[in-house]
């Protein structure tokens, strides 16, 4: 699966997060030193939103976040009234731009899916097996969420 | 030679049309002609007829002159009647038989031809042979009008005598020019009807020749057609026709459809097939290339070479709506007509199979190199050695993967993360190169090189280890891949028959230290540094070791050999020079002392240069002048342990990272251990290190029981 692995694909991801950010008028998202991950033990925090990728490269690719970033995030955006609701809207909202970027970025070489999103549920999240992702930890203000790319 | 140029295939056609109208033309001057003769012969005819009717008239004339004489009139009309109807007879007959004039019934003068039928000249004879006398006493008569009536008597009784004779004659002669007359039109007829058969028969030749042939060809050409369009149907590559303005031709292979889409393509440009495929550069390229080509003053093997679209990548549209990325190789091969240049043919392959079985091929040997290459080295060793050493290898990279993850503020957080992966990384290049392992020893080499560049990057931040992160999934999977041939081979070696039960592990069973590796190592580094060494090893009372301990001193003095190498022995002329015996020899021992277990590595080699230790410290920064002039031998000597301190010019997989002695210092710590060095310079230096007997219990303990 390294070969895969392309730093430009991955980096693709990193930025279309970044681009979330500043869309909203957020401050900066700051990217920490990626690692690997067992892909048979995918992590998850409360909210997840996962695009799901095939062509060249086939796997998936999620976005997950504990539930007071993205409360922080509704209020800073001046909502009131933080559901669950909104909450999933949301991850799904940042999942939609990732892919949205993606598409943008790798053209024809990658079909992305409209993102899925789950609260919680981590055997939900399917990842290709035997293989590592690459993690991807963020910060915004105090809050940490990761990118995990998986890609066969 | 013109003729042929110009008509070619058409020569047969022209000549048959050109037969046909010759022959209409004959035709019809052979009509014109016989024609005359005709109208001749019928003004022939109608004089003979005249020539009977004047032989009456004369002797008509004749008689009633001589009646009206008789009653007393003067016959004057009767007269002149007779004198002229025999003049003209008579002119008349003498024409027909020598050729001459006459006039005819309106008095008109024509010329008459003599007659020439043998019957027709007996008979002109006969009748001139009669009427010459006769003629003579009409002429006397004439002269001598008065000449009385014995004359007129005798010329009415010659009369009388001859006249049915003379219009026998004359009835012949009509009969005869008649039945020539009749003769020629027949001859005229005849001829008309075989040259209007001949020109009919010609007509049906050029159309059933020509009509065949046409058929024929059209069928050859109908073949020909029908092979081309099953050639176009069936052929996998993409075929067109380009002319001058490089526009598309009307007929192109069916894959030209599969490959750019179900489209018309006929008349379009070449520009436009390509539009939104190639880039524009690429195609003002290619445009510049199929001039050259359309230019005759190019050798077009000569310009075979500039071709920019032999490999290139595309994105086709799909009737899915989503993109095919194909692979595709034009080439541009000039078609020649009559010696011109006329088009330019365009084979367009699709080589995306191709180019993913090369691409496959390429890994596959690779993969293959790696494996023979691997498995080579792999034979040599003891499988539980390197079962061990993959395994704790992968242990070190998943190290390598927590440090990575610790969280860490930045900047210092970060470095510390690159120093503790660099002193992992080496201890596994170390322990790789010990087992000559080369392929891990490059590859940690080349995760070096990348921790180091991290280090010198100023603003480092958390996504420039992106490529580290990658490098080390790659690390892992070398890894993976080694042991799946350590499995394979580890199937293969006999059953290890263990006395009394239980699992062998590598825990369990004391050993001292691995003696092979460290070795090999020497040498190979010797050799490659272009030294020459001899090693002697005592290491028995390792086995007091215990198995952390083991891995710990085995690496310290794989870094302390590669040390000595590098940097303590001279080369051989260099020995030579010094009075010291060119091979160095380095004593790897292992001793105990009283209060504990020595580790010491000793080369006969240059020892260390103090000088050159304070000089490289201040070229690193590492410490300022005034504050390295304040440091203590022992000190300055303790130099070579600091992270980041090589003497080496630059950096190779033996020696220059500064991190070797780091290492050897981090083991030692671990053993809770203490450094000695003993130096002189030109003669010798000897680094060692003590493992307090407080740290061996455990072990001793565990060897008494």
């Known amino acids: 699966m390294s070969k895969n692995l392309e730093q430009d694909t991955i980096e693709v991801f990193i930025n279309s997060l970044a681009h979330f950010y500043q869309q909203l008028g957020l401050d900066e998202v700051e990217i920490g030193v990626p690692y690997l991950l067992d892909s048979n033990h995918p992590i998850v925090e409360d909210y997840t939103g996962i695009i799901g990728i095939s062509g060249r490269r086939k796997g998936c690719v999620y976005y997950t976040c504990p539930q007071a970033l993205l409360s922080y995030i509704l209020l800073a955006m001046g909502e009131k009234d933080v559901t669950t609701d909104h909450l999933c809207d949301l991850v799904g909202e940042i999942a939609n731009t990732i892919a949205g970027n993606a598409r943008q970025a790798f053209g024809a070489e990658f079909m992305i899916s409209v993102p899925v999103v789950i609260k919680g549920e981590p055997e939900k999240v399917s990842l290709p097996k035997n293989t590592r992702c690459v993690v991807i930890p963020t910060k915004w203000k105090f809050y940490q969420s990761i990118i995990v790319v998986a890609l066969e | 030679m013109f003729f042929a140029r110009n008509f070619g295939k058409y020569r047969a056609i022209v000549i048959s049309v050109a037969m046909f109208i010759i022959l209409d033309l004959g035709v019809l001057g052979l009509n014109f002609y016989i024609s005359s003769q005709i109208a001749s012969d019928a003004v022939n005819v109608n004089l003979a007829g005249r020539q009977r009717m004047l032989s009456q008239k004369s002797v008509k004339a004749l008689l009633d002159y001589q009646n009206d004489l008789a009653q007393g009139a003067s016959g004057a009309d009767a007269y002149q009647e007779m004198l002229s109807s025999v003049a003209l007879f008579d002119r008349t007959l003498q024409a027909f038989h020598s050729g001459g004039y006459t006039s005819d019934a309106t008095g008109q003068e024509i010329f008459l031809a003599a007659v020439e039928t043998p019957i027709s000249i007996a008979v002109v004879e006969e009748s001139l042979a009669i009427w010459k006398p006769i003629r003579r006493d009409f002429s006397r008569l004439e002269r001598e009008s008065n000449s009385g009536r014995p004359l007129l008597s005798h010329l009415v009784d010659i009369a009388k005598q001859n006249n049915l004779t003379l219009l026998k004659l004359m009835n012949d002669l009509t009969n005869d020019l008649e039945s020539v007359a009749k003769q020629k039109s027949d001859t005229l007829r005849w001829i008309q009807a075989s040259a209007i058969t001949l020109a009919i028969l010609n ?172 498995l080579k080295k792999l034979a040599h060793l003891d499988s539980t050695t390197l079962s061990a050493f993959l395994s704790r290898t992968e242990q070190d990279l998943h190290a390598i993967n927590d440090t990575l993850k610790d969280e860490a503020a930045e900047p210092q957080g970060y470095n510390a993360k690159l120093q503790n992966c660099l002193r992992i990384v080496h201890r596994v290049k170390g322990d790789a190169g010990a087992l000559d392992l080369l392929q891990i020893a490059t590859a940690a080499h080349h995760f070096e090189d990348q921790l180091q560049i991290l280090q010198k990057t100023e603003g480092l931040q958390g996504s420039d280890f992106l490529p580290l992160t990658l490098s080390l999934n790659d690390f892992l999977q070398l890894i993976a891949e080694l042991r799946e041939i350590s499995d394979l081979l580890q199937n293969l070696q006999p059953v290890q028959v263990v006395a009394e039960s239980g699992a062998v592990t590598t825990e369990q069973i004391p050993l001292p230290l691995d003696e092979q590796p460290i070795m090999r190592l020497a040498k190979r580094i010797a050799q490659e540094n272009d030294k020459a060494i001899s090693v002697t090893f005592d290491a028995e009372e390792a086995a007091v070791l215990s198995a952390e301990q083991r891995i710990l001193v085995q690496a310290s003095v794989i870094q302390l050999v590669r040390n000595a190498v590098v940097h303590g022995v001279e080369s051989a002329e260099v020995r030579l020079l010094a009075g010291k015996p060119p091979t160095g020899t380095i004593d790897v021992r292992v001793s105990l002392e009283a209060d504990g277990l020595r580790v010491s590595v000793r080369d006969d080699g240059q020892g260390l240069n103090l000088k050159r230790l304070r000089e490289q410290a201040e070229a690193k920064g590492l410490y300022s002048r005034e504050v390295l002039d304040g440091f203590s031998r022992t000190r300055v000597m303790g130099l070579i342990f600091e992270p980041g301190f090589s003497t080496a010019a630059e950096a190779n997989e033996h020696a220059g990272r500064g991190i070797g002695m780091d290492l050897v210092r981090t083991n030692v710590n671990k053993m809770k251990g203490r450094i000695r060095i003993s130096n002189q310079p030109r003669r010798y230096c000897e680094i060692s290190f003590l493992i307090p007997t407080s740290q061996l219990e455990d072990s001793l303990v565990a060897e008494a029981v």
């Open chain 2, 203 to 374: 007509f049906f030749l050029i159309l059933f020749h020509f009509i065949g042939q046409l058929r024929s060809s059209d069928a050859v050409a109908e073949f020909a057609r029908k092979e081309t369009q099953e050639i176009l149907l069936t052929v996998r590559e993409g075929l067109l026709l380009l002319d001058s303005n490089l526009i598309i031709g009307s007929q192109y292979s069916e894959s030209v459809k599969a490959i750019f889409g179900d489209r018309d393509f006929a008349g379009m440009s070449f520009r436009s097939l390509l539009h939104n495929l190639v880039v524009g550069q690429d195609m003002t390229t290619t445009e510049e290339y199929i001039k050259l080509l359309l230019n005759e003053q190019v050798k077009e093997n000569l310009i075979g070479s500039l071709n920019p679209l032999s490999d290139v990548e595309v994105s086709l549209p799909q009737a899915n709506g989503g993109y095919a990325v194909k692979h595709l190789s034009f080439r541009f091969n000039r078609t020649i007509e009559d010696g011109k240049i006329s088009h330019i043919l365009v084979t367009v392959l699709d080589i995306t199979e191709t180019v993913a079985l090369r691409q496959s091929l390429e890994a596959a040997r690779n993969q293959q190199g790696l494996h023979t290459d691997a």
